[in-house]
């Protein structure tokens, strides 16, 4: 069993920032790539940004720029900073992870979300 935890959303007016957290914890062997989701209503959900465990992190076109993709290995934490914040950055953000359980194999696990919106 793997748990993925999200935190850092909340309400923010255009243009500002926020940093997400999300831990994952459980029976971990290993930790491969890393990632942040995102799911406005009525939209499908979409990838953000995504960090391998080594090589080049990827993101949306959308976010390019403004959003920071990073990782704490030790306590298998992974962080999205967002800058300048828009208000179509509004919605639910998910942490995703690709993970070796010990004893088994590789799947992917996603959080609960956490919701991010931007207004005023």
């Known amino acids: 069993q793997v748990q993925l935890v999200e935190s850092g959303g909340g309400l923010v007016q255009p243009g500002g920032s926020l940093r997400l957290s999300c831990a994952a914890s459980?029976?971990?062997?290993?930790?491969?790539?890393m990632g942040w989701y995102r799911q406005a209503p009525g939209k499908e959900r979409e990838l953000v940004a995504h960090?391998?465990?080594?090589?080049?992190?990827l993101y949306a076109d959308s976010v390019k720029g403004r959003f920071t993709i990073s990782r704490d290995n030790a306590r298998n934490t992974v962080y999205l900073r967002m800058d300048s914040l828009k208000p179509e950055d509004t919605a639910v953000y998910y942490c995703?992870?690709?993970?070796?359980?010990?004893?088994?194999?590789?799947?992917?696990?996603w959080g609960q979300g956490t919701q991010v919106t931007v207004s005023s």
């Open positions: 995703n992870a690709h993970i070796t359980i010990m004893r088994g194999p590789a799947n992917d696990y």
């Open positions: 459980g029976s971990i062997f290993s930790i491969h790539t």
């Open positions: 960090s391998p465990s080594s090589g080049t992190t």
